[in-house]
């Protein structure tokens, strides 16, 4: 019969139960950001009391531990993280998370992988280098601050002597910021690659950077063109074959294509129905207000004034679905919902494809089920307050610029988004600085 085990289980108060295991998922940043957590509180603890109530000299080792124990957990999950974006470059990168305890071992391993893998890595491990090889001097394996003696019974630390926890402290957190710096830059390359923008060499960085070496596409006809080609794949190291699957992913993108003087057309929709649908949209809303026509005090529910609302919302949207319904089709359905989705994240236009492509397929559904349901689909986006907003900030992320600026002008939108001037200048959607390029 299996024993009950009396310490590690759960109890009241409910607060104070702990989720592990599967109960809670925890990873390697779980970890690391608990053992980095309890150095944080402790070192904080010694120096409030100025070491008179905890005594730095019995503190400092398991400070120093749970310090170094989440360095080796942050660098292990920073390779997680790094086989993760490998992979989605089709290559195998293989590491022995579970065996290796080496913390200059682990880091060599990562700088070397991750500078290879992509040049955006080079900053964010020169700042963190000469910190992790302060650990690895001292305590390469997780043994220095457990124990007094190593396994040939030398003592640890003679070389050191003093450790200040003052500068523990300032250290130690210029190393966290600098590993939430290259965790966010891991997350940023993951969805970046995800988006399968790139070659066998060059990074969607890279993409940006020929884009804006090449010339416009009208003059590739030119003797010249040959001299800038040979320049391009002397300048990115690769051969002819790289350089043309490069220009073809240019050519064909909605960031990128715009750099040599190429419109990609907007998916599923034409720029004349997106003008038809703000026509359609300002005869229903009150942009000043922000308030849906029948939006009223809740105590004049039951009014008369309640009522006529009710009866002149429903009398206009009759008729805007009159007007519309014969020219809908699932394409531009879909079109106008991608429009609007794409703006909550403006990450990536290969997000605004994705969108598309699961709302034309919700769409087609649509179509063959009812009218009702189109007739629902499209009034979800037609009622929204935000949809003009929405729909513009994509039009300018994607560089419909023209079109974008129409809009503003016919419908004074100056004065209403006090981003426009942001999106024109191209600012509205830089991306963080480590990333190495904008839009």
Not at 233 to 247: D, P, Q, R, T
Not at 361 to 373: I, L, M, Y
Request: glycine share 4%.
């Amino acid at each position: 019969m299996a024993r009950n085990n009396t310490t590690f289980i759960g109890s009241a108060p409910t607060w104070a139960n702990a989720c592990v295991g599967e109960n809670g998922f925890p990873g390697y940043s779980d970890y690391a950001k608990g053992f980095s957590q309890a150095a944080t509180i402790l070192i904080d603890l010694v120096l409030s009391e100025r070491g008179l109530e905890h005594s730095v000299d019995e503190m400092v080792y398991p400070v120093c531990f749970n310090m170094r124990h989440s360095l080796e957990l942050r660098l292990k999950g920073a390779i997680s993280e790094l086989i993760l974006i490998e992979k989605a470059r089709c290559r195998n990168l293989q590491f022995d998370l579970a065996g290796s305890h080496d913390i200059g071992n682990i880091w060599s391993f990562f700088a070397e992988k991750a500078q290879a893998a992509d040049d955006r890595y080079e900053p964010i491990i020169r700042r963190l280098d000469t910190k992790i090889r302060d650990f690895a001097e001292v305590d390469a394996t997780g043994q220095t601050f457990r124990y007094p003696l190593d396994n040939k019974s030398q003592k640890h630390l003679v070389d050191v002597a003093v450790i200040n926890f003052v500068v523990l402290k300032r250290s130690f957190g210029e190393l966290e910021e600098a590993l939430d710096d290259l965790h966010r830059l891991n997350k940023f390359l993951c969805d970046e690659y995800g988006c399968r923008s790139f070659t066998k060499r060059l990074s969607r960085k890279n993409l940006f950077e020929m884009a804006s070496i090449l010339p416009p596409r009208t003059t590739w006809a030119a003797d010249s063109f040959g001299t800038t080609k040979e320049s391009l794949k002397k300048h990115f190291n690769i051969g002819s074959k790289e350089l043309s699957e490069s220009i073809k992913l240019i050519e064909s993108h909605f960031e990128l294509a715009p750099e040599i003087g190429i419109t990609i057309p907007l998916l599923g929709i034409e720029e004349a129905y997106i003008e038809e649908f703000f026509s359609y949209w300002f005869k229903h809303h009150d942009l000043q207000s922000d308030k849906v026509p029948i939006e009223v005090e809740a105590s004049e529910w039951g009014s008369d004034e309640m009522l006529e609302a009710i009866v002149n919302d429903t009398k206009r949207r009759a008729e805007v679905w009159e007007a519309v319904k014969s020219n809908l089709t699932p394409e531009k359905l879909a079109g106008l919902s991608a429009l609007f989705y794409f703006a909550r994240d403006l990450d990536f236009s290969e997000s605004y494809t994705r969108i598309y492509e699961l709302d034309l397929e919700e769409a087609k559904g649509s179509f063959v089920s009812s009218e009702d349901s189109v007739r629902s689909q499209y009034f979800h986006i037609f009622d929204k307050t935000n949809a003009l907003h929405n729909i513009l900030r994509s039009l300018y992320f994607l560089q419909k610029v023209e079109l974008a600026e129409r809009l503003v002008v016919a419908y004074g939108l100056h004065e209403k988004f006090s981003w426009l001037d942001e999106a024109r200048q191209r600012t509205l959607f830089r991306k963080p600085e480590y990333c190495g390029y904008e839009i």
